[in-house]
Every structure is written in structure tokens, then in C-alpha cells.
């Protein structure tokens, strides 16, 4: 009798636990809002049940490395829980797809293209009743570093081609998800050359990637145009645009974190304070990138969500 109980029980719990999935929620997929180099880039659209009042709205960058990576969900991906939990709140959750990197394509497209997706979510309010005047980001990973772009540039700023000038690009607050700060220290290209030697022995391929990371960012060969490179990589590191007026963030990094290091979100941190921007840093002891079940998922929930309903007005 005792096994047939548990069975019943696990069953049970199985069921719960597969209601709380995405699929809840009204999703709106693969909406195009711009083109950039004849390809069309989508957007997913999450909405909660319809209401009188309109929906504040987060945006949701994805990571990848630049070069990969996608708006959709993956089935185990703890942003499902997270995105039904968002929905559940009242928020409209949008996913965003935006130009990844290959041999022929660099920044600042993936910027230009999120920019106009918050340009295009502002377009388009009254169609999806977005609350147009409360817009956040959350970005993880290579994600976050857009979006940081995004939540700290002026709106004039990886701007030249927009379908939409007419509307601001600018958003209330960004929630930064172990994202770099700093393109010139992540990627140590201010590195004694000693030093960089021995790297290159000792892991050759990691080094063939760096480089061609940073020629990715900025077009500029890291070991003939070293001071270009260097400047490029500022134009596209988030802290560069930091100032009194940069919007509220939230910042969640595992202490683990070996793609991205923690120190990242400490100079980010950092450069916040000293400007007086309203910030909080969150570690997750021994948390590694993407922070993994045991890393706290439901702290991150919490902090996440406290944080948006703070910054919506």
C-alpha cells in the first residue's frame, strides 16, 4: 500500500511541476521587427491574460558567446519557470534575436538591433498594450553586454540606421546576468606580451579564438593593430557609458564563474558606485556561468523580480 502511495505521490508532483511551464502563458512567436543585412530578425512575445491595465514590459537577450545562441527556450532552461513567473506578475516578456557574429559580420549590429527592438516594442504599444513608459532588459551572458549597451548609451548612439527614430530606445532599469563590463580585461589585451607568449604555448587554441574574438568586435588583428583594438574594445564595453544618469541595476554573477569572471561584475559595480547609480550585486557562492540548479535559481527569481517591481512605475 505504501509504494502505491508514493507512486501517487510522485505522480502528483509530477504533474504540478510540469504545469509550470511556459506554455501557460499567450506567446506571440516570431515576430519580425527589423532587417540588418537582408536578414529579418524575430522577436517571441509572451503575454499575460488581458487586463485594463498595460503591460510593463522586460526584454529578454540571450546568450551564446555572440556567435550563437536563440530567443526560444531551451525545455530545461530555468528562464521557462522564470518567464511564466515574470508573466504571472504582469509583465510581457519579449525574446529577441539579434545579428550574430561569423568572419563577415561585427559589432555594433547586435547593439543596433536591440536597440530597435525597444524601439519597436514602443512602436507597436497599443497593438500588444505595452506600458511603453516602463521598459526593462535582462540580459545574460554575451546578452548582458548588449543590453548593457543598450540600457547605457545615449539614444542617439548605435542609432544610424533605425526604422523607427521617431522613438526612444531608452529603458528603466537593466538586470545584468554574468555579463562582461570590461572587453579590454576580459580578454587581457593590455597583458604584459611575457605573459600572452605563454598563453599562446600552453593553450593555442583558446589564444586563436581570443584573437579572433577581438576581431570580431572591432575588425583589428590584436598582434598587428594592438591600440586599435584596444580602443574598439572600449567603444563596445558597457562601463564606458556609465554615468550619473545610467538607469538602476541589478547584477547576479556566480563566484565560479570561469567564462566570464566575477571580477567583471565587480568593475561593473564599481564603475557604478562611483558614479551613484543605484545598484546591487548579487554573488551566488560557487555558482559557475549560467548558474547551474544548485546555484540558487530561486534566489535569482526573487532578486529579479523585487528588483523589476521596484523599477516599474
Not at 501517487?8 to 501557460?24: A, D, G, P, R, V
Not at 555594433?108 to 521598459?135: H, M
Request: glycine fraction near 6%.
Amino acid at each position: 500500500m505504501k509504494w502505491k502511495l508514493s507512486i501517487i505521490l510522485i505522480l502528483c508532483l509530477t504533474f504540478f511541476k510540469s504545469q509550470n511551464t511556459i506554455s501557460e502563458v499567450m506567446k506571440i512567436p516570431d515576430v519580425a521587427y527589423t532587417t540588418s543585412d537582408s536578414i529579418a530578425h524575430k522577436l517571441d512575445i509572451y503575454l499575460p491574460q488581458k487586463s485594463d491595465k498595460k503591460f510593463p514590459v522586460l526584454i529578454f537577450l540571450h546568450g551564446g558567446g555572440w556567435i550563437g545562441g536563440d530567443k526560444a527556450f531551451p525545455e530545461k532552461y530555468y528562464m521557462n519557470d522564470f518567464v511564466l513567473r515574470f508573466v504571472q506578475n504582469g509583465y510581457a516578456v519579449v525574446s529577441v534575436n539579434y545579428t550574430l557574429l561569423d568572419k563577415n559580420t561585427n559589432f555594433p549590429l547586435p547593439v543596433e538591433d536591440s536597440k530597435e527592438a525597444v524601439r519597436w516594442i514602443r512602436a507597436n504599444s497599443a497593438q500588444y498594450n505595452f506600458d511603453d513608459k516602463n521598459i526593462g532588459i535582462l540580459g545574460a551572458s554575451a546578452g548582458a553586454q548588449i543590453g548593457m549597451l543598450v540600457a547605457y548609451s545615449n539614444d542617439d548612439q548605435f542609432s544610424a540606421n533605425s526604422r523607427f527614430p521617431n522613438y526612444s530606445s531608452k529603458v528603466n532599469y537593466f538586470i545584468d546576468y554574468f555579463g562582461p563590463s570590461d572587453l579590454n580585461k576580459l580578454l587581457r589585451t593590455e597583458e604584459a606580451g611575457f605573459k600572452i607568449f605563454l598563453f599562446k604555448l600552453i593553450f593555442p587554441k583558446i589564444y586563436t579564438m581570443r584573437n579572433d574574438m577581438i576581431r570580431g568586435f572591432t575588425t583589428k588583428d590584436i598582434k598587428e593593430q594592438k591600440q586599435d583594438a584596444i580602443d574598439g574594445l572600449k567603444v563596445y564595453s558597457p562601463v564606458t557609458y556609465i554615468n550619473e544618469n545610467s538607469v538602476p541595476t541589478l547584477v547576479i554573477h556566480g563566484t565560479k564563474d570561469r567564462i566570464v569572471p566575477f571580477s567583471q561584475s565587480e568593475i561593473l559595480k564599481k564603475k557604478l558606485d562611483e558614479n551613484n547609480v543605484r545598484n546591487e550585486l548579487v554573488p551566488v557562492d560557487k555558482g559557475d556561468h549560467g548558474l547551474n540548479e544548485e546555484s540558487g535559481h530561486e534566489l535569482m527569481l526573487e532578486k529579479t523580480l523585487e528588483f523589476m517591481k521596484q523599477n516599474t512605475h
